[in-house]
C-alpha cells in the first residue's frame, strides 16, 4: 500500500468525498489544512485515487442531491407538524395525529349504525371533553380531511421546488419558505 495526498479546495466536505468512494474505516483515510489558503489535503491509500478524483469530479451534483434528501425530509417533517398540530374544528384547536384520526372514522363509521340523535364523549385536547352527534363527528372529519390534503398539498408543491432546484443557492431560496403555505 501507497499512501497519496491531494490538495483541494477547503469548501468540500471531506467525509462526504470518503462516502462516495468504496474506502472503509480500516483503510488509510485523512484531512486537514493544505498548504495555501482556501485549501484542505485529502491523504489515502493511493489504489483508491480513480475512486476519489471521481467523488471529486462528482462532488456538486452528489452534495446537492444530499442537500436535496435532507430538506424534502424536513418538508416531510413539516407536514407531520402541521398536520398534528394545526387543526381546528369551529375555531377550536383539536390534535390531529392518526391515532386520532382513526378514532373519527371509527366514531363516524359507529355512529352510522346509532339510533338519530345518539351523542358520543370525546376529548377535543387533554382532559376536556365535549359531545358529538353522527353530524359533528362527519363535519370535524370532512374537515380533518381537507386539513391533512392541504398539508400534503404544500408537501408536494415545496418538493417539487427543491426537486426542480438546479443548485445549492436556488435550493436555499427555498429554503427560507418552508414555513410558508400550510394550513393555520
Given at each position: 500500500?501507497?499512501?497519496?495526498?491531494?490538495?483541494?479546495?477547503?469548501r468540500?466536505?471531506a467525509d462526504?468525498i470518503?462516502?462516495?468512494?468504496?474506502?472503509?474505516?480500516?483503510?488509510?483515510?485523512g484531512?486537514?489544512?493544505?498548504?495555501?489558503?482556501?485549501t484542505?489535503?485529502?491523504?489515502?491509500?493511493?489504489?483508491?485515487?480513480?475512486?476519489?478524483?471521481?467523488?471529486?469530479n462528482?462532488?456538486?451534483?452528489?452534495?446537492?442531491?444530499?442537500?436535496?434528501r435532507?430538506?424534502?425530509?424536513?418538508?416531510?417533517?413539516?407536514?407531520?407538524?402541521?398536520?398534528?398540530?394545526?387543526?381546528?374544528?369551529?375555531?377550536m384547536a383539536?390534535?390531529?395525529?392518526?391515532?386520532?384520526e382513526?378514532?373519527?372514522?371509527?366514531?363516524?363509521?359507529?355512529?352510522?349504525?346509532?339510533?338519530?340523535?345518539?351523542?358520543?364523549?370525546?376529548?377535543?385536547?387533554r382532559g376536556?371533553?365535549?359531545?358529538?352527534?353522527?353530524?359533528?363527528?362527519?363535519?370535524?372529519?370532512?374537515?380533518?380531511?381537507?386539513?391533512?390534503?392541504a398539508?400534503?398539498?404544500?408537501?408536494?408543491?415545496?418538493?417539487?421546488l427543491?426537486?426542480?432546484?438546479?443548485?445549492?443557492?436556488?435550493?436555499?431560496?427555498?429554503?427560507?419558505?418552508?414555513?410558508?403555505?400550510?394550513?393555520?
Amino acid at each position: 500500500m501507497a499512501l497519496t495526498t491531494l490538495h483541494i479546495d477547503a469548501r468540500y466536505d471531506a467525509d462526504f468525498i470518503k462516502s462516495l468512494t468504496s474506502i472503509k474505516g480500516q483503510d488509510p483515510w485523512g484531512a486537514g489544512p493544505g498548504m495555501e489558503a482556501g485549501t484542505q489535503t485529502i491523504l489515502f491509500d493511493d489504489a483508491f485515487t480513480d475512486a476519489v478524483v471521481s467523488a471529486i469530479n462528482d462532488y456538486d451534483a452528489a452534495w446537492l442531491a444530499r442537500i436535496k434528501r435532507s430538506r424534502i425530509e424536513a418538508v416531510a417533517m413539516l407536514r407531520r407538524s402541521a398536520i398534528a398540530d394545526t387543526f381546528a374544528f369551529n375555531g377550536m384547536a383539536m390534535k390531529l395525529d392518526p391515532e386520532t384520526e382513526n378514532a373519527l372514522s371509527k366514531a363516524y363509521a359507529a355512529l352510522q349504525r346509532q339510533p338519530a340523535g345518539t351523542m358520543i364523549d370525546w376529548e377535543v385536547a387533554r382532559g376536556e371533553f365535549m359531545s358529538f352527534d353522527l353530524a359533528t363527528i362527519e363535519a370535524i372529519s370532512d374537515a380533518a380531511f381537507l386539513h391533512v390534503q392541504a398539508c400534503f398539498s404544500n408537501a408536494r408543491r415545496l418538493t417539487a421546488l427543491i426537486d426542480a432546484a438546479e443548485d445549492i443557492a436556488a435550493l436555499d431560496s427555498i429554503a427560507i419558505t418552508l414555513d410558508a403555505g400550510w394550513p393555520a
